[in-house]
């Protein structure tokens, strides 16, 4: 990218994110996570609220209300005293696409142990900090999250290898963008109108984009990225570009761009593209 087409892009790229602020944000399920004041709220709301966010708007909103239904006013004191067979039960007959009562009283148990064994989610997700990327504390994320207790959820031995609690916590070590897992942490690390904020341990400067439809198709028709293929490497691309716009920053764009897409909003689209 030559450098004028950089500052013309950068240029456009800050006019929206100061254009799309909170009053874009419904039906955004970053809502429910705004529902909490305390931090340890926040985070359980936040990756309950991320974990679900696919498929239909009002299926997403309905499903995310019912599992923090369960918790309560207070879902961080209630996940520490989770009982995950009577989770199971208060979710009966729930189903959010392939997802089932089971998979989500599971994610419950998950979060539970998070806590349980290190104080908070991001001290599970960054014991150590960041370091070389998000990649790897990402996919040892996955890995550890898997392996928690799950307090006799799909029977004993190892999770099986078709448990849908798995759809939950995917990994760039199989190519997967991590799309969900990413936006959980845009509204952690990030602290704006939109995102939340509340996490230290993970930069912003490490994010990557939470790359679902509407950014895969902006980012091919602005030439954000040349990847063909969705994944974590089309991620990584498109958020090398807008780290060329906002080093310290890149993922603010996520939102704009989204909104972008999802309301069709071409005059905007194209006077990126024409950039």
């Known amino acids: 990218m030559t450098p004028r087409r950089l ?53 997403i909103k309905k499903s995310v209300e019912r599992v923090l239904g369960v918790l309560g006013r207070q879902p961080a004191r209630a996940i520490d005293r989770l009982d995950p067979g009577a989770a199971l039960e208060a979710l009966r007959a729930f189903k959010h696409r392939f997802n089932n009562a089971e998979d989500a009283a599971c994610l419950l148990a998950f979060i539970r142990e998070m806590r349980r064994t290190t104080g908070s989610i991001e001290r599970f997700f960054a014991p150590d900090g960041v370091e070389g990327g998000l990649r790897p504390v990402l996919a040892d994320f996955v890995r550890r999250t898997l392996a928690l207790d799950r307090g006799g959820l799909y029977g004993g031995g190892p999770l099986p290898a078709n448990a849908g609690v798995r759809f939950f916590f995917p990994s760039p070590e199989d190519g997967s963008a991590c799309k969900r897992l990413c936006l959980f942490l845009r509204w952690m690390a ?31 028709r602005v030439r954000l990225t040349r990847r063909v293929s969705p994944g974590w490497k089309m991620a990584e691309d498109i958020t090398a570009t807008l780290r060329a716009c906002d080093p310290e920053d890149p993922v603010k764009y996520d939102f704009a761009l989204h909104r972008m897409g999802l309301f069709k909003r071409e005059a905007d689209i194209l006077s990126l593209r024409k950039a």
């Not at 609220?49 to 696919?54: D, F, P, R």
């Not at 790359?211 to 091919?220: F, K, V």
């Open 190 to 220: 990030r602290a704006d109108s939109v995102d939340p904020g509340g996490w230290t341990r993970v930069p912003r400067a490490m994010l990557i984009i939470p790359l679902d439809a509407h950014i895969i198709n902006i980012g091919r």
């Open 7 to 59: 500052a013309a892009l950068k240029a456009l790229l800050n006019r929206a994110y100061a254009e799309y602020d909170a009053r874009w944000i419904e039906p955004d399920p970053v809502q429910f996570v705004w529902r909490y004041e305390r931090p340890d709220d926040r985070e359980v709301a936040g990756l309950i609220a991320s974990a679900l966010a696919y498929g239909n708007v009002k299926q």
